[in-house]
T-cell receptor, first 112, second 108 residues
Framework: EPEVTQTPSHQVTQMGQEVILRCVPISNHLYFYWYRQILGQKVEFLVS????????KSEIFDDQFSVERPDGSNFTLKIRSTKLEDSAMYFCASSASLGEQFFGPGTRLTVL | AQRVTQPEKLLSVFKGAPVELKCNYSYSGSPELFWYVQYSRQRLQLLLRHISRESIKGFTADLNKGETSFHLKKPFAQEEDSAMYYCALSGGYQKVTFGTGTKLQVIP
């Protein structure tokens, strides 16, 4: 059964550094998403992406964040200059249409 | 604004006892409601959605628009049901709003 995959599983970085989190959505899906979960808190929506552009984003998704689909398979989340409060679990998800979203296993980002 | 409230952080029940995980929502239109489950060391996965009205692993959930609730129920808890359960809402667009989650602990 096809699954969403994410790399790396754990990323450690220094404050102020750029990080790129990678996701490979399910191949025939058209909608792509990023969520994050700060330790002990709820899963929060960051951004959705459809037809090669951002279709919706939350207030968390400020100018420090960007998303890209550089080729036909990858979907990336870039954080330009990481802050301590960016430490969280980042989940990628994809869906074939509006409705059920399939989640990846997550990337744990630790900012020191 | 859309909001999902799960009042219990932890729910402990004995094996064989009934389970009810509470979820209330706030949304001005007609939302789609979901329950996601996350077993230990596994990814978030969809457990059920209100429009399908099916029972998965013995769990059911009924959307009550009057009470704006979507409680998750199972008549007899099993040890393998121990997990984090998240109620979630979609307003018909792409954003899904999650509740804070309830950890279900089934005591053998």
């Amino acid at each position: 059964e096809p699954e969403v995959t994410q790399t790396p599983s754990h990323q450690v970085t220094q404050m102020g550094q750029e990080v790129i989190l990678r996701c490979v959505p399910i191949s025939n899906h058209l909608y792509f998403y990023w969520y994050r979960q700060i330790l002990g808190q709820k899963v929060e929506f960051l951004v959705s992406f459809y037809n090669n552009e951002i279709s919706e984003k939350s207030e968390i998704f400020d100018d420090q964040f960007s998303v890209e689909r550089p080729d036909g398979s990858n979907f990336t989340l870039k954080i330009r200059s990481t802050k301590l409060e960016d430490s969280a679990m980042y989940f990628c998800a994809s869906s074939a249409s509006l409705g059920e979203q399939f989640f990846g296993p997550g990337t744990r980002l630790t900012v020191l | 604004a859309q909001r999902v409230t799960q009042p219990e952080k932890l729910l402990s029940v004995f094996k064989g006892a009934p389970v009810e995980l509470k979820c209330n929502y706030s949304y001005s239109g007609s939302p789609e409601l979901f329950w996601y489950v996350q077993y230990s060391r596994q990814r978030l996965q969809l457990l059920l959605r209100h429009i399908s009205r099916e029972s998965i692993k013995g769990f059911t959930a009924d959307l009550n628009k009057g009470e704006t609730s979507f409680h998750l129920k199972k008549p007899f808890a099993q040890e393998e049901d121990s997990a984090m359960y998240y109620c979630a809402l979609s307003g018909g667009y792409q954003k899904v709003t999650f509740g804070t989650g309830t950890k279900l602990q089934v005591i053998p």
